[in-house]
């Protein structure tokens, strides 16, 4: 598979609804910040230094060792791809909405299943990626770290006995480690008891962010908790840490799960309810609405409030109702009108279990 068929495909490995506590825990992600000596940061490069680090990281990859551990990379140049592919990649996670600024001297390496990715020329000159379904912080790091070590082999990182591994931002010096978990957090929201909980994990040194990083909305109740601080504590403890929070987090998440249930039972069945009916017979909707539906039937799904839905599929419709998959299946652009009828009529088939 090349990176055009995995844009046309709204799956990946992280839907898989098999991974660990993944009722809750929808993803996890571990990436590292790498930059090479003797170059500028990214937003300095210009475009044949640009050009050099993209070489030097294709290379890397292509490295017979590295390829027998960790499976094969596809390089892509973002320039290569259309505007609507680059969304894509976004949408389903794989690269950040900062690889789309300045997209001419960027590029994006992709293994087959999508679950490792290393984005060259973002914010640093190489970020490396490992995006995992549900709860599994420790295999993401390790699979990480294969692909870190295999390409220093081979290429020169900036390091400080002092301070570590040097970023362009100084808040990710040290390990350079940024680790995060998609959290699907409905029973907390719905008991107005999620803020003061994420006051109280900022203090422990994570932050929460919307369904697309910093900046981004929380959408369809998903929210990723990450670390903030890189420097001065090995990633092991980082990623103990974070799976601590984690597990705190989806205790409290089941609890209030078990309240909704026995205190507003009938309240919370009319909600998946309505949902489901109006996903499955809605003829216009919006990306923001959908969201909001698709989580409240995963929520049901999960409670086994409602059974004949396939939990993979729904996952997927969270990459298939965005608006650069739509405009990317309908192979052409259409009016914002004209795309809420294209959803609605995805979902409604998607839910019918057709083929999509």
Known sequence: MNI????NNAGSAWMNVDGPESDIVVSSRVRVARNLKGYPYPHLLEQEKAADIIRAAGLALQDKALAEETGGFEVARMAELSPVER???????LISPDLLVGYE??????????VLSVMINEEDHLRIQCLLPGLQLKKAW????????????TMDFAFSEKFGYLTTCPT??????????????PGLVLLD?????????SKLGFTARGLYGEGTEALGNLFQISNQVTMGRPEEEIIN??????????LQEREARKV????????????????YGILGHAHIISAEESMRRISDLKLGLDLGLIKDINPVQLMKLMVMTRPAFLLQQQQGHFAPLQRDVQRAELIRKSLKGEVI
């Open 4 to 7: 055009k068929d995995n844009i």
């Open 241 to 250: 840490s974070l799976n601590s929070v984690a597990v705190q987090l989806m």
């Open 87 to 93: 969304q894509i990649l976004v949408e389903k996670h």
């Open 193 to 201: 008891q999620l803020k003061g909980i994420l006051i109280s994990i």
């Open 105 to 114: 001297k960027k590029a994006v390496a992709l293994r087959d299943d999508e």
């Open 260 to 275: 909704l249930l026995r205190e507003r039972g009938e309240q919370l069945k009319d909600r998946v309810g309505r949902s």
């Open 172 to 185: 990710n010096a040290g390990t350079g480690m940024r680790a995060s978990v998609m959290l699907h957090l």
């Open 142 to 153: 390790e699979l990480v770290d294969r692909v870190d070590d295999g390409m220093e082999n």
